[in-house]
Every structure is written in C-alpha cells, then in structure tokens.
C-alpha cells in the first residue's frame, strides 16, 4: 500500500524543526494539512513534497464561456421511483 | 442557500484551482490552461473541473470531478443549486460521490434534498441513495471527498444510511 500522508511528527523530523512549528505552520495555513478529527492531522505526501519545492499555483484568469454541455449532474442514476418527467 | 455574484463566481473558480493545485491534484484539459471558464448554459453558470490525485507513477488513476450548477435568483446573484462531487478511485476500486439535483424529487421521495453514492467495489452498488451532509461548495467538497482517499481504504458504506 502506498504511503499517501504524513503526521506532524515526520514532518518535524523531515524538515529538522520541532512538533510545534509544525502545526504552526498548518494553523496559518502556511503547509497544507487535512483535520481527520479533532486530534488528526494528516499532510498529504504530494502536497507537502510541492510545498517543500516552493510550488505556488498560478493564479488563473477567469472567463464564461458557452458550456460545451451542461454540467451533467446525476445523468444517467437511477431515481428513486423513476420519474423521467423530472430528468432534464 | 449558497449565493455568489457572478464576480465572486469567478473568484471561487481561481480559488477552487488553486486549492486542488496546492494539495497536489492535477487539473485535467480544458481547465489546466491558463484561462479558465465558467461554463454558461442558458442563464445557468457551470463548474465542471476534473482532477487526478497524485498517485505513484505504478497505481492506477484517482479521479476527482467538481461539477456544480448556479441558478441566477436575482440580479446580479446566482445561488448553488446543483452540485455533483466525485470519486473514482481506480487502483482501489470505489467509488463516492456528494450530490446535490433533482432537488423536489429527492424531498418528495426521501424529504432530503442531498445524497451521497458509495460503491466500496466500483459499479456495484449495495444501496442507491444514502443520506449526506450539505456541501458548502466545491472546495469543501474537494476535501471532503481528498480525505476519504487519504483514508488509502475503500470505503465502509454500511457506516452510512441508505435512503434507497
């Protein structure tokens, strides 16, 4: 199985700074981080990797444009006592 | 009701890609550009973005789709009314999705106006609707559907009810 996270600790290890930092860190929303519960905290690998390497995504511009094809929510599932009427 | 201005719309989209960015999800074509859109579909706005986990260059794809419809209400304002959250992970084989449409349908048949899909073997389906929690929007749904993933496990789907 492949290792997708990393609790706050290896994170200290990796990066030589203790526990504390690293959860500063993620509580100013500097590493990103997911709460499991209210005492889990996971960095996803991937996402730490970027952050370690400087990635900062690119700003996008946003445009409307005609859709290609409506956005296709629930196409095709079945409904409860199937009502073809009330499919678009 | 979530409302947004069509400016705020466009914000949430940059803000959206940003965020699915940051944790290491790829944006697929047509949105990996640049210059985004927001699709318009008679007077409705769509959000249809798909992204893929970053997996091992050996695992199979883990795919993430966001797709939402806005509804203008009133001038100048569109509430989410349709939303469509969703999973697919092939290399373990399930699939989850966080849905929102056929509102009057889904209150008329289960007095709920959300739903949630579970198929811990993707395709087979041991229930076809099953009770969910509101999303607020699509960044949360990104995470909420990115922490089941973390989970690196199918899911338990008995853990939760099924409507019908």
Known sequence: ?88 | MITASTDELHAYLADLIETVERYGATVLPPNDAYEVYLGRDGTDLVVDLATRLPTGPRSRPVDLVLRERWRPIETGRMALAEYGYELRDHQLDYRRALHRHDVEHFVRSFDVAVHEHCEATMGHETCAHYAGEPVAGAIDGFFRLYREWLAGARPDCSALRCLG
Request: avoid cysteine.
């Open chain 1, 1 to 88: 199985m492949e290792k997708l996270y990393y609790t706050p600790r290896e994170v200290a290890h990796a990066l030589a700074i203790s526990d504390d930092a690293v959860l500063d860190l993620i509580h100013r929303g500097d590493l990103p981080a997911l709460r499991i519960s209210p005492r889990i905290i996971r960095i996803p690998i991937a996402a730490f990797e970027l952050w370690r390497a400087g990635f900062v995504p690119r700003r996008r511009r946003v445009s409307i444009h005609a859709a290609d094809h409506g956005a296709e929510i629930g196409v095709g599932e079945r409904l409860p006592e199937e009502a073809p009427a009330l499919r678009r």
